[in-house]
Structure formats: C-alpha cells, structure tokens
C-alpha cells in the first residue's frame, strides 16, 4: 500500500523559507520516483519537482528552480522539499505523490492523492 503523508506547510513572508516533508509507509521510498505537486485556486495541478528512484536525478519545473531543492532520507523513508526566497506566487496546497515516473502526468501515479500541506506566502 503507497501511502504519504505531506507536513511542514504554514504561512511565512516573502523571501522566506519553509522545509516540506513527504513521510512513507507501506513501501519502500527509495525504489520510487517522488513528486511534490502543488494547486493553487482556480488552477490545476502542476508538478513541481521530482526525484528518480533510479539514479536519483532531480527535476525541477522553471518556476522553482535554483529556490526549491528536493532530498530523500532513505533512513527515515522521507522526501523533503526546502522551498527558499518564497514567493506570494508560491501559495497552494502541496501535495506529494509516487508518480510512474518522473514526467508523468498528475494522475498517473501510484495510490491516491492525499490532504496535503498548506503553504502560504504573504506580507
């Protein structure tokens, strides 16, 4: 059972930094691909970074690049997404999930989407 549970999320200023969490059970992280995808209102999903579980490459969309930067702790099953210089743009829910792979589209991963996480970038 692929199951992830998203945490860290909270409301912090512009420039500022939050760390995201992504917790496994049920699976082994290491041998899947993990994505963190994000939805603000009125828009869809997008994907936002993701890192394989092959060679551990890491991708990230333009948007983040060179302010979001995705880790895995195999030790603790966990997927972390430091997300810096924070902006109001970057406000949505995050969410977590095991894609087939790395690229693929939002629904196409494996188990379900979960609650996510809330960030909120704001003055």
């Known amino acids: 059972q692929v199951q992830l549970v998203e945490s860290g999320g909270g409301l912090v200023q512009p420039g500022g930094s939050l760390r995201l969490s992504c917790a496994a059970s049920?699976?082994?992280?290491?041998?899947?691909?993990i994505g963190w995808f994000r939805q603000a209102p009125g828009k869809e999903r997008e994907g936002v970074s993701c890192?394989?579980?092959?060679?551990?490459?890491?991708y990230y969309a333009d948007s983040v690049k060179g302010r979001f930067t995705i880790s895995r702790d195999n030790a603790k099953n966990t997927v972390y997404l430091q997300m810096n210089s924070l902006k109001p743009e970057d406000t949505a829910v995050y969410y977590c999930a095991a894609p087939w792979f790395c690229g693929a589209a939002s629904n196409q991963i494996f188990g379900s989407w979960g609650q996510g996480t809330q960030v909120t970038v704001s003055s």
């Open positions: 049920g699976f082994t992280l290491d041998y899947y691909a």
């Open positions: 890192i394989r579980a092959s060679d551990g490459s890491t």
